[in-house]
């Protein structure tokens, strides 16, 4: 058997094990994709049996999650952990409250973090959970006895060598804060380094907020470089309008680029005025407000207007960021991006794109970013805290911001020099994955059939 028809045997049996779930599948596909090159010159991979190992699971935790809402009415949720690989440090990856969430969604989630991690050079194994609680509409009482629940059960797994969760959709400083405070009751530990993105007077680091949406505009300078251009004087589509493209609006705008429009679930807004979207504005009413993106367009004035139809990928722009969630750029996207100019595109979620606008951009000019290097600041940032947590230390913005534009400075070379050293320069899809696959299969091979 050729290793192409290895690989694609492996594939069909995750497939078979994991019926349903498909964005499970679609991750990956994506890594195997890019393990035909690495595997011909290091058949060892294969014989070791590394890649089935790899594809399951070191545990799997799935728990009911009752509470009670402000009437009195009893809900009952299901919450997730998907400890996928602790081979290169405690399992980490963040937490995702959305009621999209289900057993297939934590799995590709988890699969991605794995390599993502070991992409930042930090030492950190993968794992991601959460649940289908929405918390859309919730009060902050509500939100914190769901958290409380959620705790109840999930405190048993975790551990700062053990598995350490963070944010993701749905979970932000709030929720981590109510998770960290009934750790700490059930435990009677103050071990900060059990959760990231605490809050900076009890344990937070500098930066870990910002971490991912400037992370993802540091990888793009970085690609811009490569063609010497820079944000300056760009139009720039930025999707989203959560945490990671709050942020990535800020650095972008920092960096002299003008952002020309942003989302949410309920549509698109395009802001024609002269300096692009007012993140003030778009931060008042995301997260204070919690309202939706028309809500921005309305106080905005005559310059910004609300489309509920067509999709953010028709605004003409230079450079795309996606940051809002998997599969949101489709083929038909990815077309018109290129045909509208558009020279880089990289990656603020995790798979926002579908594997067929991959390949496209993959085989057009554009430079394209995958999530698991071009959004990998947000878990680096939270390596830092873990760091500062286990030195009892804390560190200035400017010093941990630096920091980071290393590491994503590091990651962007590091993909851009397997991508050349195997043949397919300029293809950070194929560097990220053979990149970390290769540090990850390694280690595994090292510890031992476990
Ligand atoms: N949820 C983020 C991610 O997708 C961050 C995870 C973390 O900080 O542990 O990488």
């Known amino acids: 058997m050729t290793v192409a028809h290895r690989l694609d045997a492996i594939y069909e049996d995750v497939r078979q094990r994991n019926p349903g779930e498909g964005e499970f599948h679609q991750a990956v596909q994506e890594v195997f994709q890019s393990l035909a090159v690495v595997v011909d010159r290091r058949p060892e991979y294969l014989d070791a049996g590394v890649i089935p190992r790899l594809c399951e699971p070191e545990r799997q935790i799935i728990f009911r999650v009752p509470w009670i809402d402000d009437s009195g009415k009893l809900h009952v949720n299901r919450g997730f952990r998907v400890e996928f690989s602790s081979v290169l440090g405690p399992y980490k990856g963040g937490l995702r409250f959305h009621p999209s969430v289900y057993l297939g969604i934590v799995k590709f989630l988890g699969f991605e973090q794995i390599f993502k991690n070991a992409l930042t050079g930090m030492p950190i194994g993968g794992g991601k959970g959460g649940s289908d609680f929405d918390p859309k509409g919730r ?59 605490k809050g900076i007077g009890w344990g937070g680091a500098q930066v870990r907020k910002e971490a991912t949406g400037y992370g993802t505009v540091f990888f793009a300078q970085e690609m811009l470089r490569t063609k010497g251009q820079s944000f300056e004087g760009r139009d720039v589509v ?102 509208n100019g558009c020279v880089v595109v990289a990656e603020g979620a995790n798979m926002p794109a579908t594997p067929e606008a991959v390949k496209l951009f993959t085989e057009s000019e554009v430079l394209f970013g995958p999530g698991k290097a071009a959004n990998a600041g947000g878990v680096a940032t939270s390596a830092l805290e873990m760091q500062q947590n286990a030195s009892r230390d804390s560190w200035s913005f400017e010093h941990t911001e630096k920091r980071l534009a290393e590491i994503m400075a590091d990651i962007h070379e590091r993909c851009a020099d397997t991508a050349e050293e195997y043949g397919h320069p300029g293809d950070y899809v194929l560097g990220a994955n053979v990149s970390s696959f290769q540090q990850v299969a390694d280690a595994m091979i090292a510890q031992g059939v476990v």
């Not at 009060?139 to 797994?157: A, K, P």
């Not at 998770?179 to 959760?195: A, D, H, P």
């Not at 002299?256 to 989302?263: E, K, L, P, Q, T």
Request: aromatic fraction near 8%; charge should be negative.
């Open 139 to 197: 009060s902050d009482n509500e939100v914190m006895r769901f958290c409380q629940s959620f705790m109840s059960e999930l405190y048993r797994h975790l551990g700062e060598y053990t598995d350490v969760p963070a944010g993701d959709i749905g979970v932000g400083g709030r929720e981590v804060g109510y998770l960290f405070g009934m750790y700490k009751k059930i435990t009677n530990r103050f071990e900060s380094g059990v959760l990231t993105g």
């Open 238 to 339: 930025v999707s989203g309008s959560g945490n990671v493209a709050i942020y990535a609006i800020e650095k972008v705008q920092e960096l002299g680029g003008r952002v020309v429009a942003c989302s949410d679930s309920s549509g698109y807004v395009v802001d024609e005025s002269a300096d692009g979207v007012d993140l003030e504005l778009l931060q008042e009413v995301k997260e204070v407000r919690r309202g939706r993106i028309g809500d921005y367009a309305e106080a905005r004035g005559p310059k910004a207007s609300v489309a509920d139809n067509g999709s953010i990928w028709d605004v003409p722009c230079h450079i795309a960021l996606p940051c809002a969630t998997q599969n949101e750029l489709d083929l038909a996207d990815a077309k018109t991006l290129i045909d």
